[in-house]
């Protein structure tokens, strides 16, 4: 019954490769998030997707994607894997903002470790 | 730009020696103020928000307090299962709602 889930939690690969990360939520939020925490703990925001807009960091290179099948996932597609990309991946998911009317807790899943070689 | 600041980087305390954490922020108005604990290994966990200048919420040993510039997290008596990674995030009024973080501090509580 784990709230936000990701898979793989581990994920080793060679430079130019493409792989993709998993997430799924079962709290009926309505809003999704992609964030990168590099060595030093510092948790950035890569996307945010809901079913109205999707919002990107305009720093994440195009290599990232997200993409969502329905409103319980938002998945993470990487191409081109570099060396640089070697971190720790977290999806999150809040309720929308505009159904609630009060600030949204963030709940986030347990990370994927992105290793490239 | 929305900024957030914590201090120190990293602290270690002696069981039951109490303490507190900072959170200072710079944001063109405070929607919400929020506390997470991050273990080794897992991913953010929700302790409290903060809403406005003056509140404060408790959690067993954890009492966080907000003024209009900065957070603190108290850390009453620690036990060594409170170490962890504290970070404090940030979601200012207009614009996008998406939160900014912190670089958080790592507390080391010892036996």
């Known amino acids: 019954d784990t709230a936000v889930s990701q898979t793989p939690k581990y994920l080793v690969t060679q430079m130019g490769n493409d792989k993709s990360i998993k997430c799924e939520q079962n709290l009926g939020h309505d809003t999704m998030y992609w964030y990168k925490q590099d060595s030093k703990k510092f948790l950035k925001i890569m996307f945010s997707?809901?079913?109205?807009?999707?919002?990107i960091n305009e720093t994440v290179p195009n290599r990232f994607s997200p993409k969502s099948p329905d409103k319980a996932h938002l998945n993470l597609h990487i191409n081109s894997l570099e060396l640089g990309d070697s971190a720790v991946y977290f999806c999150a998911s809040s309720q929308d903002r505009s159904s609630t009317g009060k600030v949204e807790t963030q709940y986030f899943g347990p990370g994927t470790r992105l290793l490239v070689l | 730009e929305d900024q957030v600041t914590q201090s120190p980087e990293a602290l270690r305390l002696q069981e039951g020696e109490s303490s507190s954490l900072n959170c200072s922020y710079t944001v063109s108005g405070l929607r919400g103020l929020f506390w997470y604990r991050q273990d080794p290994g897992k991913g953010p966990e929700f302790l409290f928000t903060l809403y406005s200048a003056g509140e404060e919420k408790e959690k067993e040993r954890l009492k966080a307090t907000l003024t209009k510039k900065e957070s603190f997290l108290h850390i009453t008596a620690p036990k060594p299962e409170d170490s962890a990674t504290y970070l404090c995030a940030v979601q200012a009024a207009g614009g996008s709602y998406i939160p900014t973080f912190g670089r958080g501090t790592s507390l080391i509580v010892h036996p």
């Open positions: 997707y809901n079913n109205k807009e999707l919002i």
